[in-house]
C-alpha cells in the first residue's frame, strides 16, 4: 500500500517554515491504518521484544496496537509532570524548542528488550531521550520505529540504534 498517499502536508505547521506530515488522514482511513500497523507486526514478529515503548502523544496511536498484535507489553513515554509515580526525566532539544520527558521507575527492568515507536523522526532529539531513559532503567533498545522519517533534517545520524520506518520524505 502506497502510504504517502494518506499523508496530508500542512505548510507552516506549528510555525513558520515547518512543512508538518499530518498522519491523522491515514489514521481515519481503516484499511491505511490497519495495513500500516501490520506492516510493522510482520517486521516485528518473531523478534524477542518485551514491551513496546512509545513517546506522547501521536506514538501511542502506534504503540499500543503494536504491542497489542505482538502480544509485548506497553510503556508510555509522557510529557513531564503527566506520570503519577515515581519517575526519572530525560529533556532533550526539539526542532522548535526544549522539552522533557517522563517515564516510570518501574516500566523496564534490567535486560528487557524494547522497541520505541512514534510518528515522525525529525531532528532525533525525542527519541534518543527516549533510548536514554530506557537504558538507564537497564532495558535495551533493539529499534526505533516510525511511520515516517524526514531524511532532511538528519535525525536518523543522531539515533544510537537502527531504525525502521514505513515512509521517506
Known sequence: MDFKAYVRNVPDFPVPGIQFKDLTTLWKDKEAFHKSIDALVEHYRGKKIDKIVAAEARGFI???????????????????????????????????????????RDAIYPGEKVVVVDDVLATG?????????????????????????????????????????????
Open 62 to 104: 502506534i504503540g499500543a496496537p503494536l504491542a497489542y498484535a505482538l502480544g509485548v507489553g506497553f510503556v508510555p513515554v509522557r510529557k513531564a509532570g503527566k506520570l503519577p509515580a515515581e519517575k526519572i526525566s530525560e529533556s532533550y532539544a526539539l526542532e522548535y524548542g526544549v522539552s522533557s520527558l517522563e517515564v516510570h
Open 125 to 169: 532529539g525525542t527519541c534518543q531521550a527516549i533510548i536514554r531513559l530506557v537504558e538507564s532503567l537497564g532495558g535495551e533498545v533493539l529499534e526505533c520505529a516510525f511511520f515516517v522519517v524526514l531524511d532532511a533534517l538528519k535525525g536518523e545520524e543522531k539515533i544510537s540504534v537502527p531504525v525502521y520506518t514505513l515512509m521517506r520524505y
